[in-house]
């Protein structure tokens, strides 16, 4: 396939998270039809796709990131015949769509489960990871579990262990198991034959494991990781992707049958891979024959981005991978809005709205694809959401210390005025944070230099320019502290992308060659002596030409 006429190479995804979307029965979560209703909406953002988080039945112990039947739409969000609706409607509005798959577990009430844990001969005994207990009785190993705890839980069936990366309720499926691998790749099959253009798988570096089993080693005190917002997590105190997270052998083997299978459809696969070294990890899953990107992590983080950190994120990334082989976000389902995270200094000022302007082109700026949550075109805060509201398992285990991850998840504030902002007729299954009402859609599509109308102008004016959506590396320029520059490049057009991350003006000395400021863009440009003044927060590009 020729990679330069690949529709994800260069996109922007529109994550949407269907709980906190639109809603349109009144039962207070959102649905598909509510996506539906929605796609002028989205398309009108200039975006080129959407991700639809999982919608597939569940018992929602991990909001749908437990499945308990891949096929079947939970009743929560719809129907299957809304999802062919959904997906008729996004093809004729011109957005591609991705769904998420969810493949390295399933709910514990998924068919399959029920008849592993039965006993140790069924005829899907070996479709889990078992284990027998240690000789005293626990956990077969020292892995620890994302939320909290072992990765390992007591089924009195059995009387045996099964690994548990996330939940107890999410139990790992076995990949060694053939039958496993089957099954899945049917299930995509599934959906790619209703007409997805790709999915998202979640969680990939769960995968496989380490069949010995060996215990993760420690952490030295002294680690920085130790130091972030999930350092601070007990899994974070073990080296995890040594031997729990480790990529097998086997893993390449399954992610090859997949690409065969997405290649016969022309699909995208993005997978989520993270870990202390993202595009290190990366590496090993895509490829001609792998996974097509890597969701990188590297820029999300609880507890900020320094302009320090991003440009050395940059930098390695591209040292390590191709351009079309990483998909940036700034932000998701599981973190803190990046105006909450990145934009602290600027939270609640006169810039606020710059700042958000301004993380938005910088993160389709560079090269790859970008994923944009929902509501980050809003300028959406993290929510403030009090502990009897919370629905996340994370954050009420962890509260207060670590609120979990509700505050990004709450709905999206359609109409100032209406009850529950418009989102939905009835009580809202998350609440809404009053300080959302003012950004609105409706108020902000009322305001030329509203944060939605800016950010909407700069991406359809991006998704135009054949620089930003597909020239080579955003290669990096000397710069002021704050400041983020660097040019990408396409055949003779280059663009000149310059960030100032400072609630400061800041000035960046152009480099030689002739440079047009580029107007169209949304970002007034002003010049000096050969230098470009930028505002607090404040962005620019400018136009040159190669040879």
């Not at 399933?106 to 207990?133: C, G, I, M």
């Not at 505050?407 to 109409?415: E, F, L, M, S, Y």
Request: glycine share 10%; net charge negative; aromatic share 12%.
């Amino acid at each position: 396939m020729d990679t330069s006429v690949r529709w994800w190479d260069g996109a922007v995804i529109y994550q949407i998270y269907p709980s906190s979307f639109c809603d349109t029965n009144g039962d207070g979560v959102g649905d598909l039809p509510g996506i539906t209703q929605k796609i002028d909406y989205i398309a009108g953002l200039g975006v080129d796709a959407i991700w639809i988080s999982p919608f597939y039945l569940s018992p929602m112990k991990d909001f749908g990131y437990d499945v308990a039947d891949y096929r079947v739409v939970d009743p929560r969000y719809g129907s299957n015949e809304d999802f062919d609706r959904l997906l008729a409607r996004a093809h004729d509005a011109g957005l591609k769509v991705v769904v998420d798959m969810v493949i390295c577990h399933t709910s514990d009430q998924h068919p399959w489960f029920r008849e592993s844990r039965q006993d140790l001969t069924n005829a899907k005994a070996d479709w889990y990871v078992w284990r027998d207990p240690k000789p005293d009785g626990t956990e077969p190993n020292n892995w620890l579990g994302f939320f909290g705890g072992h990765a390992w839980a007591w089924d009195h069936h059995r009387r045996q262990y099964y690994l548990c990366h996330f939940l107890d309720e999410q139990p790992n499926l076995n990949y060694y198991n053939r039958e496993v691998r089957d099954a899945i790749l049917d299930t995509c099959r599934f959906w790619l034959h209703k007409g997805v253009d790709g999915f998202r798988m979640d969680a990939i570096a769960t995968l496989m494991f380490d069949p010995e089993l060996r215990d993760n080693p420690s952490r030295s005190p002294d680690d920085p990781y130790l130091q972030g917002a999930l350092g601070r997590m007990p899994f974070g105190r073990q080296h995890n992707f040594v031997h729990q997270l480790n990529k097998q052998p086997e893993t390449g083997g399954f992610i090859r049958e997949l690409r065969q299978l997405a290649d016969e459809y022309g699909a995208f696969l993005l997978g989520e891979v993270g870990g202390d070294d993202g595009a290190l990890i990366t590496r090993e899953y895509v490829g001609d024959d792998l996974l097509h990107t890597g969701y990188s992590f590297d820029l999300l983080d609880w507890d900020g981005m320094s302009p320090e950190r991003i440009k050395k994120v940059v930098k390695h990334t591209q040292d390590l991978l191709q351009d079309n082989e990483i998909t940036y976000a700034s932000g998701n389902h599981d973190m803190s809005r990046v105006l909450s995270t990145w934009g602290r200094s600027a939270q609640g000022t006169e810039y606020e709205q710059d700042f958000v302007c301004m993380a938005n082109a910088l993160i389709v700026s560079l090269p790859g694809s970008t994923c944009i949550y929902q509501g980050e075109e809003l300028g959406l805060e993290n929510a403030e959401v009090p502990f009897e509201a919370l629905q996340d398992p994370y954050g009420i285990k962890f509260y207060p210390e670590f609120p979990g991850r509700d505050g990004c998840r709450t709905p999206i504030p359609w109409v100032q005025d209406a009850p529950n902002a418009g989102f939905s007729t009835g009580k809202p299954w998350l609440p809404i944070d009053p300080r959302h009402l003012s950004k609105a859609v409706n108020v902000q599509e009322e305001h030329d230099g509203s944060t939605l109308r800016r950010v909407r102008h700069f991406l359809n004016w991006r998704r135009q320019e054949p620089a930003m959506r597909r020239g080579a590396s955003f290669g990096l320029l000397e710069s002021p502290a704050d400041v983020i520059a660097g040019i990408r490049e396409l055949d003779a057009g280059r663009m000149l992308c310059v960030f100032n991350m400072s609630a400061e003006p800041r000035q960046f000395q152009l480099p030689e060659g002739a440079w047009t400021p580029e107007a169209d863009s949304g970002f007034t440009v002003r010049l000096t002596d050969g230098a470009v003044d930028l505002a607090p927060y404040g962005s620019a590009f400018l136009r040159g030409r190669n040879g």
